[in-house]
């Protein structure tokens, strides 16, 4: 009880409370704003692959009811009497991460995403014992440590998918030094990650090849994306033509699938970075590494100070998702249709609209 005594501010939202995968409305309570607190009344909530598999209970560890949602722009309605960075009608957003230790190494060098402490935007649990609640509702109260600045060129519904998926491929770019122009870039995967890697490519001068297992996508790649290539890693004849010819890969799938022939596709020091989370381990035999002194590694969406970089490069840039805008009556259907891939490329739910479900 004493853990959720100051959680008196009763919130409407839409919420899983079994693995059936479905949403419904659920009201339930937030804490008061504290002194380091801002108040963000929620306009748009991006729809991330996660949050279906928290639904469905998928990785074991949901705790219903959930509700889910960790691509979150909004306004701030209010400010504790700590807080300098934000004010009242300030354009914000909070993206997955939403406590962590402070104290750590990670934290202290604003890498607060590898903290041992780190606590999610949903279906964690904050300092006070609480479990959090996501961005499919109408408000949120966040530690203005965790609240990020929406420039005032980037629309905020566009501005929500970047909160996670752009990040979490803006990141391991930076990191590995990808955005080198004139170097050549693969994006596995052409979905809400798979496309921003894409255009961030674009962005920064990088020959950019999508490699897929749809020959289907090659049009959207080439016409809608500007991607300079397409391979379908299903036919041996084009991943051979293809063979270390790339300097970075970028993995954005959540299926399983081998690493084996994608890693042909690296010129010899080649990294691969993953980012999707498949459920199972993936193939990764040892030959492609070895003779192309390969490296593969992982990466997990970003720290604060460079989800604030990250957002204001792509207003800068004029980076934005493409996405298709949808209001709470539809987001269940919209889940059905994220769990098919059927969407170009992000949902966002307009949080605001008259059409409840």
């Given at each position: 009880?004493?853990?959720?005594?100051?959680?008196?501010?009763?919130?409407?939202?839409?919420?899983?409370?079994?693995?059936?995968?479905?949403?419904?409305?659920?009201?339930?309570?937030?804490?008061?704003?504290?002194?380091?607190?801002?108040?963000?009344?929620?306009?748009?909530?991006?729809?991330?692959?996660?949050?279906?598999?928290?639904?469905?209970?998928?990785?074991?560890?949901?705790?219903?009811?959930?509700?889910?949602?960790?691509?979150?722009?909004?306004?701030?309605?209010?400010?504790?009497?700590?807080?300098?960075?934000?004010k009242v009608g300030d354009r914000v957003g909070v993206?997955?991460?939403?406590?962590?230790?402070?104290?750590?190494?990670?934290?202290?060098?604003?890498?607060?995403?590898?903290?041992?402490?780190?606590?999610?935007?949903?279906?964690?649990?904050?300092?006070?014992?609480?479990?959090?609640?996501?961005?499919?509702?109408?408000?949120?109260?966040?530690?203005?440590?965790?609240?990020?600045?929406?420039?005032?060129?980037?629309?905020?519904?566009?501005?929500?998918?970047?909160?996670?998926?752009?990040?979490?491929?803006?990141?391991?770019?930076?990191?590995?030094?990808?955005?080198?122009?004139?170097?050549?870039?693969?994006?596995?995967?052409?979905?809400?990650?798979?496309?921003?890697?894409?255009?961030?490519?674009?962005?920064?001068?990088?020959?950019?090849?999508?490699?897929?297992?749809?020959?289907?996508?090659?049009?959207?790649?080439?016409?809608?994306?500007?991607?300079?290539?397409?391979?379908?890693?299903?036919?041996?004849?084009?991943?051979?033509?293809?063979?270390?010819?790339?300097?970075?890969?970028?993995?954005?799938?959540?299926?399983?699938?081998?690493?084996?022939?994608?890693?042909?596709?690296?010129?010899?020091?080649?990294?691969?970075?993953?980012?999707?989370?498949?459920?199972?381990?993936?193939?990764?035999?040892?030959?492609?590494?070895?003779?192309?002194?390969?490296?593969?590694?992982?990466?997990?969406?970003?720290?604060?100070?460079?989800?604030?970089?990250?957002?204001?490069?792509?207003?800068?840039?004029?980076?934005?998702?493409?996405?298709?805008?949808?209001?709470?009556?539809?987001?269940?259907?919209?889940?059905?249709?994220?769990?098919?891939?059927?969407?170009?490329?992000?949902?966002?739910?307009?949080?605001?609209?008259?059409?409840?479900?």
């Amino acid at each position: 009880m004493e853990a959720t005594a100051n959680h008196t501010q009763i919130v409407t939202g839409w919420a899983g409370k079994d693995s059936s995968g479905k949403v419904m409305p659920y009201v339930f309570k937030r804490r008061e704003n504290g002194p380091e607190d801002v108040t963000i009344k929620v306009l748009f909530c991006g729809m991330c692959h996660t949050d279906l598999h928290y639904l469905k209970n998928d990785w074991g560890i949901t705790m219903y009811p959930v509700v889910p949602g960790h691509e979150i722009t909004g306004v701030v309605t209010k400010v504790g009497s700590g807080v300098t960075n934000f004010k009242v009608g300030d354009r914000v957003g909070v993206g997955c991460i939403y406590a962590s230790c402070l104290n750590c190494e990670f934290c202290e060098s604003s890498e607060e995403n590898y903290c041992d402490q780190v606590q999610f935007t949903y279906n964690g649990i904050f300092w006070d014992g609480s479990i959090t609640y996501g961005g499919y509702s109408e408000m949120l109260v966040a530690n203005n440590r965790y609240v990020i600045h929406v420039p005032d060129n980037l629309p905020l519904e566009a501005a929500a998918p970047l909160l996670c998926a752009g990040i979490t491929v803006y990141s391991p770019m930076k990191h590995h030094n990808m955005l080198q122009a004139g170097k050549k870039l693969g994006v596995v995967g052409l979905g809400g990650l798979g496309h921003v890697a894409v255009k961030f490519g674009k962005a920064f001068g990088l020959h950019v090849t999508v490699i897929s297992t749809s020959p289907t996508k090659e049009r959207e790649a080439k016409e809608r994306l500007n991607a300079d290539g397409f391979i379908v890693s299903t036919d041996p004849k084009q991943m051979q033509a293809a063979s270390k010819s790339l300097d970075y890969i970028i993995d954005t799938v959540s299926a399983h699938h081998s690493l084996g022939p994608v890693l042909e596709l690296l010129k010899v020091n080649g990294k691969l970075v993953l980012v999707g989370a498949p459920d199972k381990p993936l193939d990764l035999p040892s030959f492609p590494l070895i003779f192309g002194k390969r490296t593969v590694s992982g990466s997990m969406t970003g720290g604060i100070k460079e989800t604030q970089e990250m957002l204001d490069l792509c207003a800068k840039h004029n980076i934005t998702p493409d996405i298709e805008i949808v209001a709470p009556n539809y987001i269940n259907e919209a889940l059905a249709r994220l769990a098919r891939n059927d969407v170009r490329y992000r949902f966002v739910i307009d949080i605001a609209s008259k059409s409840k479900l």
